[in-house]
C-alpha cells in the first residue's frame, strides 16, 4: 500500500482529496496534517466522510513513514517535506501550490512520460490552464498555432487566476510549439459558484472540423479522460469526474472553436493530485479515479 500524508489536510481541496483516497485501492492515509484541528475527526472540517474509516487531523507529520506527501497549502511543513524528499530516494511529493519546484509539470495529457518514468515531484497546474492546455495541445504538437487565442471563460474556476493561468498557458504552448509567441486572451465571465467549468477557446485556422478531430484522437487515443464530444455538453456531465470534453466547430471558415468542460475541482485539483499519484507509483491512471457525475 502506498502510505499517504497530506499537508494542509483541513483546506478544501484537501478534504476532496480525502473523499477519493478513502476508496482508493493502493492508498494508505496516515497523515492528515492540520495543527490547528489536532485530534479532532477529519468529519469536523470535510462533509462526506461519515461512515468511513476513522481519520484524525495531526500535528506532526512523519515524512520516515509516508511514500508521498501532497502539498495543499504553503507552510514550514511544506518545506520540510521538500527537504525529506531530498534525503528519501523513494519519497514522492505532489505539489498543488504552485509555490515550490523545480517540479515535473503535473499534467499528464502533455507530459506523462517524464511523469511516467522516474519524476518524483509533481506540481499540479492551476485548473484553466490544465483545461485550456489539454484543449490545445493536440494543435501546437501539430505547429498549427500561430495566432492569438482567444478564452472565455464560464462557470467556476475553482483555483486558477485568469492572468496567471494564461502566462502558464502561453509558457507551456512555447515549449511544445517552439515557434509559438502570441498571446492568450482570456475573458473572464466565471460565476465562480457550482462545480463545472467551461471555456470556449478559439483561433484562426482553415483546419476542417474532421481534421482537428484526428488530431485529438492521435494524442489522446490512449489517455484516459479526455474525449470528444459531438456537440456542446452540459456542465453536469464532468462535475464530480476526472473528464475533461471537447467538442470541436467551426464558426467560419478561418476559425477553429473549440468548447471544452470540465470539473475545476478535480481538473487541476483533487483529481490531478490522484491522477499524478498514480502515474508517479506506476498504477494506471484510473485507480480510484473512476467516478460518476454528481447530479445524474
Given amino acids: 500500500m502506498i502510505k499517504v500524508g497530506i499537508l494542509g489536510a483541513a483546506t478544501p481541496v484537501a478534504g476532496e482529496i480525502i473523499r477519493i483516497l478513502v476508496h482508493h485501492p493502493e492508498v494508505e492515509l496516515r497523515t492528515l496534517h492540520a495543527p490547528s484541528l489536532a485530534g479532532h475527526p477529519a468529519t469536523s472540517a470535510h462533509h462526506g466522510l461519515w461512515g468511513e474509516e476513522t481519520l484524525l487531523f495531526t500535528e506532526k507529520a512523519d515524512f520516515y513513514h509516508l511514500d508521498v506527501a501532497i502539498i495543499c497549502e504553503p507552510s514550514d511543513v511544506a518545506k520540510a517535506a521538500i527537504e525529506a524528499c531530498g534525503r528519501n530516494p523513494e519519497m514522492r511529493l505532489i505539489d498543488l501550490t504552485g509555490r515550490y519546484g523545480p517540479f515535473e509539470f503535473g499534467l499528464s495529457e502533455i507530459n506523462r512520460k517524464p511523469l511516467v518514468r522516474g519524476a518524483r515531484r509533481a506540481s499540479v497546474p492551476a485548473p484553466l490552464a490544465a483545461v485550456a492546455l489539454i484543449a490545445l495541445y493536440p494543435f501546437a504538437a501539430a505547429l498549427m498555432l500561430n495566432n492569438d487565442i482567444a478564452v472565455t471563460t464560464e ?133 480510484g479515479l473512476d467516478l460518476k457525475v454528481s447530479t445524474f
Fill in 155 to 287: 462557470g467556476s474556476l475553482g483555483t486558477s487566476r485568469p492572468a496567471d493561468d494564461a502566462s502558464t498557458i502561453e509558457k507551456r504552448l512555447a515549449a511544445v510549439q517552439n515557434s509559438f509567441s502570441s498571446r492568450v486572451i482570456i475573458d473572464d465571465r466565471s460565476a465562480g459558484t457550482g462545480r463545472g467549468m467551461r471555456l470556449r477557446i478559439s483561433f484562426p485556422s482553415t483546419l476542417t472540423v474532421a481534421d482537428a478531430c484526428r488530431l485529438y484522437d492521435g494524442i489522446y487515443d490512449d489517455h484516459n479522460f479526455t474525449f470528444l464530444t459531438p456537440r456542446p455538453v452540459e456542465l453536469k456531465e464532468v462535475e464530480g469526474t476526472q473528464k475533461c470534453l471537447v467538442n470541436v466547430s467551426k464558426p467560419d471558415a478561418g476559425s477553429i472553436l473549440l468548447d471544452v468542460v470540465a470539473d475545476p475541482t478535480m481538473r487541476g485539483g483533487a483529481g490531478e493530485a490522484v491522477h499524478l499519484l498514480n502515474l508517479l507509483f506506476g498504477l494506471h491512471e484510473r485507480t
